[in-house]
């Protein structure tokens, strides 16, 4: 079946350490890949996304992502956390074959901790 | 400019009843999705709607339907409620559909609560 997997429910991080963020996805082909983040009162922000090409992507925010083909993989990165960073972070793909819709997995909550 | 616009921000409704919730996407876009994120979950598609006809539909029952207006606003509408319509409404605008979906902009979202 096909699925977006996020294996972390909850991240707790100090300020000013690094950040990974795991994202699994089971589909037939590459699909889009997207990490967006979420916080409080606001909407969903997209962060940066993978098409094709370059597998390291970088985005906003300090953020980048490297797509692995052999792991299925789109792990989300930040050499330094601040404490703004704490929010939800959602993966999602968008397959070739329904490229009209996103689909998210559960997500992982980041806390920074002083 | 202003960003993708959803109302009302919260609202609490009695199983059985309807509601019907508002999107204005970004000025330009003509493309409006929903998604239904439930408590502890991700967003879970619902509709596309491009050029004011349906695109694609989740796995949603027909109790859910949705409409886009000629100046590209949509409406969702729910009929019959359910406690587990209880969830966070987003409405998310794009440029265009098809392999630029993803890069989708999102409205703060419309909390349900059902009891």
């Known amino acids: 079946a096909q699925s977006v997997t996020q294996p972390d429910i909850h991240i707790t991080v100090s300020e000013g350490a690094s950040l990974e963020l795991r994202c699994n996805y089971s589909y037939g082909a590459t699909p889009y890949l997207f990490w967006y983040v979420q916080s409080p009162g606001q909407g969903l922000q997209l962060l940066l996304k993978y098409f094709s090409g370059d597998t390291l992507v970088q985005g906003i925010k300090g953020f980048e992502a490297e797509f692995k083909r052999s792991q299925s993989s789109f792990n989300l990165r930040k050499p330094s956390v601040h404490w703004c960073d704490a929010a939800e972070f959602l993966c999602?793909?968008?397959?070739?074959?329904?490229?009209?819709?996103?689909?998210f997995g559960a997500g992982t909550t980041v806390t920074v901790r002083a | 400019d202003a960003g993708v616009t959803q109302s009302p921000t919260h609202l609490i409704k009695t199983r059985g009843q309807h509601v019907t919730l508002r999107c204005s996407p970004i000025s330009g876009h003509k493309s409006v999705s929903w998604y239904q994120q439930v408590l502890g979950q991700g967003p879970q598609f619902i509709f596309q709607?491009?050029?004011?006809?349906?695109?694609g539909r989740g796995n949603f029952p027909d109790r859910f339907s949705a409409r886009q207006f000629p100046n590209y606003s949509s409406e969702l509408n729910v009929n019959a409620l359910l406690l587990g319509d209880s969830a966070l409404y987003l409405c998310?605008?794009?440029?265009?559909?098809?392999?630029?979906?993803?890069?989708?902009?999102f409205g703060e979202g419309s909390r349900l609560t059902v009891l």
């Open positions: 998310a605008s794009s440029l265009s559909t098809g392999s630029r979906a993803g890069e989708l902009f």
């Open positions: 999602a793909v968008c397959p070739l074959s329904n490229d009209y819709k996103l689909s």
């Open positions: 709607y491009y050029e004011k006809e349906e695109r």
